[in-house]
T-cell receptor, first 115, second 113 residues
Framework: EAGVAQSPRYKIIEKRQSVAFWCNPI?????LYWYQQILGQGPKLLIQ????????DSQLPKDRFSAERLKGVDSTLKIQPAKLEDSAVYLC?????????????FGQGTRLTVV | GDSVTQMEGPVTLSEEAFLTINCTYT??????LFWYVQYPGEGLQLLLK?????DKGSNKGFEATYRKETTSFHLEKGSVQVSDSAVYFC????????????FGSGTRLSIRP
């Protein structure tokens, strides 16, 4: 079974530029998460989708971050404009559904460096 | 709100030593509890889980028991190996369609040969 695919693996941009990350979840997984993991910290949820609807985006900085999940499958996360503090690993995860006993599978992440 | 607190690292042990990484949680409902592991250069992987009180999760020699009375889910292993060197994350949830997985800050474990 193919895992969660993310691209690119690494990205370096200058502050105030824009950047986009892509995630392809495991086939059939209804729930998709985007997490931000700053160095030395645990992952922090940015946004959670159930199919193509947003379940939780309370910690998404909406003035600069946006995300969409086209047709309930692939998802993109965009930052515009980027700030230095956005340097982090952006993790995508998917699960069959958001309920007990449901394991979330993580991609390898995109490491963003803002200079 | 819900939260997870785990012991700070780094933790350095010699090979074959006994390992405990403490994890406590605060939750308004009855979440599932997880331990995830992140090996160097790799993504997060589920190590073990427990879905209700008194359940014990186990995998690769690691164990953790869901203790509702102490709101804890401590990770243990009787004899660690160099290959166990990684960052370990305790996490809770989800327990409803609208709840999320919440992670602790992670504990870096280094094992000396």
């Amino acid at each position: 079974e193919a895992g969660v695919a993310q691209s690119p693996r690494y990205k370096i941009i200058e502050k105030r530029q824009s950047v986009a990350f892509w995630c392809n979840p495991i086939s059939g997984h209804a729930t998709l998460y985007w997490y931000q993991q700053i160095l030395g910290q645990g992952p922090k949820l940015l946004i959670q989708f159930q199919n193509n609807g947003v379940v939780d985006d309370s910690q998404l900085p909406k003035d600069r971050f946006s995300a969409e999940r086209l047709k309930g499958v692939d998802s993109t996360l965009k930052i515009q404009p980027a700030k230095l503090e956005d340097s982090a690993v952006y993790l995508c995860a998917s699960s069959l559904g958001a309920s007990p006993n449901t394991e979330a599978f993580f991609g390898q992440g995109t490491r963003l460096t803002v200079v | 709100g819900d939260s997870v607190t785990q012991m700070e690292g780094p933790v350095t042990l010699s090979e074959e030593a006994f390992l405990t990484i403490n994890c406590t949680y605060t939750a308004t409902g009855y979440p599932s509890l997880f331990w995830y592991v992140q090996y160097p250069g790799e993504g997060l992987q589920l190590l073990l889980k427990a879905t209700k009180a008194d359940d014990k999760g186990s995998n690769k020699g690691f164990e953790a028991t869901y203790r509702k009375e102490t709101t804890s889910f401590h990770l243990e292993k009787g004899s660690v190996q160099v290959s166990d060197s990684a960052v370990y994350f305790c996490a809770l949830g989800p327990y409803s369609s609208a709840s999320k997985i919440i992670f602790g800050s992670g504990t870096r474990l280094s094992i000396r040969p």
